[in-house]
């Protein structure tokens, strides 16, 4: 077998693995308000509307999203039926597609074993492992626009005519790049074309503000991934009126602008998350930005000294200054929210990746730093691990600690802890020793294995042992009330909580009657169906002006109410 061929299959092992840990058990657990439910909802009134043009939400326009991602949901959900796992599938079909295009490009740009260490990194990784298992936007409009950024710097290497493994022509790689930045844009927003954008200026101030792409280059680029999105913007425009638009312009300038109630942070949250979210690459990337301290690394900065127009040094130039663009824009803007770094999840595997090469050619050492944080970072998930467990069995014991009397009905959820849930935290300890003893002893091959192949299984595990037990104290009790309305045609009203879940779980049909939304009809007006009321304990005050509501039961901090005929 040559060597093209092995890497080929290579590649589809790389799909597999991703199959064997992103497929199972998307419907383990029940979506997550807000952003889950939110986007499949939006999917299901697709389907139930059959309107797949304008995205809807309560079957009213919905300004905040482009439909693309939305659009793999419905196709999901009309294969699949209407369910968590549909709703999921498309970012673990995502990450499929990830580790194969980082295994590939590595390959390309290194070798395979360097392909491995970046597809690894990734896979093992805490946040980027769990993004393939949800149901949010944001893996595949990250996949777009890192895509899309590569081949802008593969039309610049092969316009300088640099000797690396290219085979297409400039202008297709700066055609794909359009392409690729508008799917981005069409996926979530036109933040798809501001960072890769960013990236490129930052790039220029590198380069002396010299022209590296020209203007009009830049203004095709700009163009094409303008107009992928215009499809569909202009379609939407032509049969619904340019609202849309103007509203999802707005929404774009306030997310930006203002931190939304619920979603401010301090000033280093997003290199908190990176750090202790990105776990055990973060400790890896980490070390490409400290200062050697060896003999043999002094002779890699030496060797770098020589190589600056080499690709691999540019390339992994382009890597820092997108990690830098994407933690800094996010610093700035004051919504704090995870997901919104997830971009630097590529660049931060790829510089893990590259302390790990350089560890494997003995070009870099393997410190006391690197051990400490290893050791530290894990250690802060071991004892989390470990402690849950207890407290679960103890719920009682934290109610004290708590002032808000929702958080404290929360507690009295019945969640079965057996225990065997430190399991996990047991096994990332033995992972910790055996590859720190493996590094230690020059094992680098040996010590990514264990570290990353380990850390997937231990990812997988810890969703198995505790997602769905946390969320039986967080919103089951709601869920499944809705889930018991899914055959009643009826409103559902949430009261003092923002949430979509009764309009996913309860499957409300599209109304009929002109006053659905009001909800001063649906409390005092001739409503044509049932009405429902849920609130949370806390909240339950408030609804005493309402003598009209009768109060079924209550559970676990929700209130659920029955409109009185």
Known sequence: MNDKHKQGRNEWVWVARGALFFLPFLGGVHLFDWDEINFAEIAREMLATGDYLRPQIDFQAFYQKPPLFIWMQALFMQVFGVGETAARLPNAVCGMLTLYMLYRLGSRLYNPRFGALWAGSYLGSVLPFLYFKSGIIDPWFNLFIFLGLTQVIFFYWKKEGWAAPLHRSPGWYMVSAGILVGLGILTKGPVAYLLPVLALGVYWLYQNLRFYISVP???????IA???PLVWFGTEAAFNGPAFLTEFTKYQFRLFSTADAGHKGFFGYHFFVLLIGCFPASVFALRTFLRKDTAASQTEEDDEEDEEADYHADFRRWMKILFWVVLILFTLVGTKIVHYSSLAYFPLTYLAAYALHQLLERKLVFNRLMKGLLWGIGGVYMVLLFTLPFLGRNAAWLKPLFNDPFAQANLDAQVHWS???ALPALFLGVLLFLSIRAFQRDLGWLGFRILFGGG???IFATLIFFVKR?????????VEFFQGKADEDCYILTHGYKSYAHLFYARKRKPLHAQSHDQQWLLYGNADKPVYVVAKIHKVDELKEFPQ????Y????????????
Not at 217 to 223: I, P, Y
Not at 549 to 552: D, G, H, K, P, S
Not at 554 to 565: H, I, P, T
């Open 470 to 478: 946390v969320e039986g104290y967080s919103q089951r009790a709601a």
């Open 554 to 565: 209550r559970k676990n901090g929700f209130v659920f109410y029955q409109r009185a005929k």
């Open 419 to 421: 225990g065997l849930e």
């Open 217 to 223: 280059q830049v203004l095709l680029f700009t163009a």
């Open 549 to 552: 509501l009768e109060e079924i």
């Open 456 to 458: 997937a299984i231990f």
């Open 226 to 228: 303008f107009l992928v």
